[in-house]
């Protein structure tokens, strides 16, 4: 029995028992086969992957069916915060010190948080939910 594939969403696929062809990606004479990814795949780009698999036996009997992959989240993206460099003059109690910009490709609004070191607590303060130091 052979399994031939028909990429969906540019997800290109092979089997590591058969040759690198594009007409054998998947299959073996036992019935079973094994799809790998050949790329990183990353939840932020596409969710889910759908596959069309055409079966087919030594008589020319075909079964096609759908695969869906489902690509899981992971956190795998790390926050990127805006580099920033300054001074502020002594005795300049409520100034306004910078405002820190901060992107994860992970996170979801619910979940950005923004944290003081304990030590520098005695001396600054998160203003609100634009974390403004």
Known sequence: MKALSKINNGFPLKNPQVPDHQ????????????????????FETLQAYRLNVLMVNDRNARLEHQVVVDILDVNDN??????????????SASTLITTIRAVDKDASP????????????????????????
């Open 23 to 42: 007409e054998d990606l998947c299959g073996n004479n036992s019935g079973v086969s094994v799809f790998v990814a050949t790329r990183n795949l990353d």
């Open 78 to 91: 790390a926050p990127l915060l805006q580099a920033w460099d300054g001074s502020v003059q002594e005795n």
């Open 110 to 133: 619910q979940y950005r948080q923004f944290l003081l070191h304990p030590e520098c607590q005695a001396y600054l303060a998160l203003i609100n939910i634009q974390s403004r130091l």
